[in-house]
């Protein structure tokens, strides 16, 4: 049944793929070769293009809901090992929540201890303050992953980054993290306090209602869904960076104030069509925040993917747009999410023909521009290996710090 499934998925996916190259083939080597290397003079053109082109553009359209169904199926496929059995009877319900929460710090006598741990972190002259969180076990914190804190200090190399992670927050964590402490870094993994986090949030209720069993956590995992809501709860409570463990920084964030990122935009009227929250700058106590906390508390459902990640910020943005009060920005795709997850294999690859050359030498030229870095869309990305002289590689060389003292490098570009 699951194989037949699968057989069928990867047929569709083969297909649409197929499709989407065909389409993408034509599209996006006119539309984004010229909006990439060229500036306005050739808008015109662009616009020509999209015009005639319209139907083929619906059915790109359409592949590409198709393709992001597959990519939300193939992403709940990869959770569906720690599905819980249905129907669990309500006790079994409430103590599998609880057992999940465990991983995380609810005690109430940590409040202090987890709030002056922060406090005190960040009092040491910050360029800015960054949050991560990692809620796997510590041995999955892998090279990837490094090279993203790499490239956090390697821009800010006065930059505080504090890693919400109650698994790196150990000895073992400690040893993960040992190479960038000792070369002075500020940088440390601090277990999470979720009832300081969300008290005086709209979290706080939700939480209450999780533990009496009133919200069930469904079949998505929580650890997911908690790292939405507390990567929210900490930028509420602190102010400051929020970044994914898949982000590579290129660009220094210090200018940067009260930002959400846009991962697609219309291609006619340039408005954004979808946001992410793989990246997120805001004051402390800002409005939004809240707003997010609100709806995050209010639509949570624990067996539908997705309604809480992206969705979420892109509704909640949706429904405040026009209201006055909300002081945010939002940046383009080319600031955070240059590159599409369906083309990420793209930046994995090596050139192949002199025509890719050139698309590689355009693109870094283009993310040393206008990019502040690049979601590396981790879901659709960790298997694939670096190859040698591709654009991830051309930034890992310039952005990996441990690099240039060990080998790393080798561990990370594959040879071929
Ligand atoms: C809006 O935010 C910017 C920084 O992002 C700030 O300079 C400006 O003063 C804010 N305006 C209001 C009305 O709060
Ligand atoms: C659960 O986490 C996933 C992954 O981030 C997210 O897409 C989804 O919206 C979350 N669902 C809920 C109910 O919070
Ligand atoms: C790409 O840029 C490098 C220099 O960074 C240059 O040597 C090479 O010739 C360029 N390749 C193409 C195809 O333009």
Known sequence: ??????????????????????YGVCIFSTVSQQSLSSGKKQVDEVVQIIRTRRVIKRTDEQLHTVQEDIYEVDVRRQNSRQLRPFNVMEREKIGG???????????????????????????????????????????????RELLSLESVFQVHPEGCLMILSKTLDSEQGYRILKPLIDLQFKIAAVTPDLSFLLSNTPGDTWLDELKLGKKGPGRIPLGQNLSN???????????????????????SFKGLRNVIGAQSVDAVSKHWTRLNNAVLIFDRHHPLLFKFMVDFASKFDGNKWGSNGPYLVSRVVHKVSGIPGYNFTILPPTAFYPVDWIKIPGFFRKPQDLASSRWLNATLLELSENCYGVHLWNKVSKGIRIEEGCVLARLVEDHCITCQFTHRKASIIQKN
């Open 1 to 22: 049944m699951l194989d037949r499934a699968k057989t069928c998925l990867f047929f569709i996916r083969g297909f649409s793929v197929l499709m989407l190259c065909l």
């Open 97 to 143: 929540f609880q057992k999940e929460l465990s991983k995380f710090d609810v005690s109430d006598n940590l409040d202090q201890e987890f709030h002056s741990r922060v406090l005190e972190f960040f009092d040491k002259g910050c360029e800015v303050q960054i949050f991560m969180t990692w809620f796997a076990p510590a041995e999955y914190f892998g090279e």
């Open 229 to 251: 809501l507390i990567r929210l709860a900490a930028l509420y409570k602190y102010g400051g960076v929020y970044l994914d463990t898949d982000f590579i920084v290129l660009k």
